[in-house]
């Protein structure tokens, strides 16, 4: 867009440097001069002004050459107008490009950002899987040495029932026969009282001489019956011990019932140690299985980290090609440029000489 407020001092600064530089003064180089700003028609007018001042007259009309000058001026500053759109446009697309490029290099780095973070994932509950298989493990052992020792000491508790029960029975046989024997001893003796009692009525009666003998056999009957009776409270001490171990054996038994109940609890505690040792079997299974999967999901991963890695070093060399192929192309116009220059420099030198030998 021309810029107002032009003046003629200028128009004429312009155009000298261009007579200095050895280029023909015309309108339009004289608007590059001034950085392209000003109206063409005040150019021209300024200009046929100047010329007027410097003697018009004498100044021929301009040449052939200078027309072709002119025209390959028009011509560089269209190519250089064309060239710098050109530039413009493949920058704007080397920037779209560069930006998707970026985009998909920011996509790609966040898909493998968070591959990463689901494979240490996934890594993480693996290794906790494996403890937990570990601790599992750990815990089968004991509870398999648990119920070894168990069955050990339900084998000994049983054998020690076993030899308890013989004695019992034993003692409870001892203590019939001890009754028996008390039993016919005390019958034995009332019979032998009886006899003694009316046989010593008889004779008592009838034998009064025989007293004397009788109770010689009286003093006889009573030391045996003495004896006797220590016999008799001897059995009866007996009995007595027999049944205090009798009833000790009875507190065993008791003891021994007792323990047999808890044996009983143990096997029961046993069956369910031994059914939660099937169900940790089946969780250790499952574990297992379980673990295939997040191993097979990890190598799954860990692919498609790969395929990411690979999509990212494809996008990086596309955007290098793209960045290498804009340097190529500003350097192939910026040659197209000066080669476009040259001729128009060298078109210019023989025109300004004739222009001299005019004046």
Not at 148 to 167: C, D, F, G, V, Y
């Amino acid at each position: 867009m021309a810029r107002t407020g032009l003046y003629k001092s200028e128009i004429k600064i312009a155009r000298d440097s261009l007579l200095a530089q050895g280029k023909h003064p015309s309108v339009d180089a004289v608007r590059v001069a001034l950085g392209n700003t000003g109206s063409k028609s005040t150019i021209h007018k300024y200009l046929k002004e100047l010329e007027q001042e410097d003697g018009g007259a004498d100044v021929s009309k301009p040449s052939i050459s200078d027309a072709l000058q002119d025209l390959v001026a028009r011509l560089a500053a269209g190519l250089q107008q064309e060239a710098d759109a050109r530039i413009e446009a493949a920058q704007a697309r080397h920037d779209s490009a560069s930006a998707l490029q970026q985009a998909e290099k920011d996509t790609l780095e966040q898909a493998n950002q968070l591959l990463a973070s689901q494979l240490q994932a996934v890594r993480a509950e693996l290794l906790a899987q494996t403890t937990a298989h570990a601790a599992l493990s750990t815990q089968l052992q004991e509870q398999s040495a648990l119920r070894l020792a168990l069955e050990t000491q339900l084998a000994s508790l049983k054998e020690r029932l076993a030899e308890h029960e013989q004695h019992r029975a034993s003692l409870e046989e001892k203590h019939q026969h001890a009754r028996e024997a008390l039993q016919h001893y005390r019958e034995a003796a009332k019979d032998q009282r009886d006899q003694d009692i009316r046989r010593h009525e008889q004779q008592v009666q009838t034998l009064q001489a025989e007293i004397r003998q009788l109770r010689q056999d009286l003093i006889i009957r009573n030391e045996d019956l003495t004896r006797t009776n220590q016999e008799a409270v001897r059995m009866v001490m007996e009995l007595s011990h027999a049944r205090e171990a009798l009833a000790d054996e009875q507190a065993r038994g008791r003891e021994r019932e007792d323990q047999l109940a808890r044996l009983r609890q143990v096997e029961a505690q046993q069956q369910r140690l031994e059914q939660q040792l099937l169900e940790q079997a089946s969780a250790n299974e499952q574990l297992a299985a379980h673990q295939l999967v997040l191993e097979g999901n990890c190598r799954h991963m860990e692919e498609q980290l790969h395929q990411s890695q690979l999509a990212l070093a494809a996008a990086v060399a596309r955007s290098e090609a793209q960045e290498a192929l804009a340097s190529q192309l500003r350097d192939f116009v910026r040659h197209t440029t000066t080669s476009q220059e040259a001729p128009t420099a060298q078109a210019g030198g023989p025109a300004d000489t004739r222009t001299g030998s005019d004046s």
